[in-house]
């Protein structure tokens, strides 16, 4: 079964624009974590935030997670072409299992 | 450092045959995960592997599918027989340790007919 949606599923832009993807969960979470799948490539990890933080930075990236909510955004900003990907959110629970959970994924189109 | 490598790249197979694949890890990485993505999809963890031992295959359809990672490092995964529905890529990770991001290889893009 898949703990994350994000949302939208689908989002087109203009370069030079910011883009904002969303997420939301069900479980407790011991962290959550973005990444970008380029078609017919893997997954490239991007940022991990755990759970006792509310927001982390990276480059142009800026991820916040509201565990009262159960949610968590990433911002790309000023996109530019090569961040036409597919973005997905995953999370890792406090339990045992250590495998992450992954959402549908958000398809990010930045036109130039 | 090399990545994740898995092999073949793409496969195309007719349902009720068999297929492998196989995943040699990042050097020194312990855990290693297979996971299944279906077109329009996010990966699903299909089994996870800590050193030679199964942490969890709770997700794997087990009548038809079997993993194994001998000797802890590179791993194999296999449907016996495969049904119209196994079309997906499959994916292997592997990280070090865990709770850490996950390194994913390129995957194998398989095709039942």
């Known amino acids: 079964s898949q703990q994350g949606e994000e949302d939208p599923q689908a989002l087109s832009i203009q370069e030079g624009e910011n883009a904002t993807m969303n997420c939301s969960y069900k479980?407790?979470?011991?962290?959550l974590q973005w990444y970008r799948q380029n078609s017919g490539r893997g997954l490239v990890h991007l940022i991990l935030?755990?759970?006792?933080?509310r927001e982390k930075h990276s480059g142009r990236l800026r991820v916040t997670l509201d565990t009262s909510k159960k949610s968590s955004s990433l911002l790309i900003t000023a996109s530019r072409a090569a961040d036409t990907a597919s973005y997905f959110c995953?999370?890792?629970?406090?339990?045992?299992?250590?495998?992450?959970?992954f959402g549908k994924g958000t398809h990010l189109i930045i036109q130039p | 450092e090399a990545g994740v490598a898995q092999s073949p790249r793409y496969k195309i197979i007719e349902k009720r045959q068999s297929v492998a694949f196989w995943c040699n890890p990042i050097?020194?990485?312990?855990?290693l995960y297979w996971y299944q993505q279906i077109l329009g999809q996010g990966p699903k963890l299909l089994i996870q592997?800590?050193?030679?031992?199964?942490?969890?295959d709770s997700q794997l359809p087990k009548d038809r599918f079997s993993a194994e990672r001998l000797k802890g490092v590179d791993s194999t995964l296999k449907i016996q027989p495969a049904k119209l529905e196994d079309s997906a890529v499959y994916l292997c990770?592997?990280?070090?340790?865990?709770?850490?991001?996950?390194?994913f290889g390129n995957g194998t893009r398989l095709t039942v007919t």
């Open positions: 995953a999370t890792q629970s406090g339990g045992g299992a250590d495998g992450l959970t």
């Open positions: 935030i755990r759970s006792n933080e």
């Open positions: 050097s020194g990485h312990a855990t």
């Open positions: 479980t407790s979470i011991n962290n």
């Open positions: 592997f800590q050193n030679n031992g199964v942490v969890d």
């Open positions: 990770a592997s990280s070090f340790p865990t709770r850490t991001p996950l390194h």
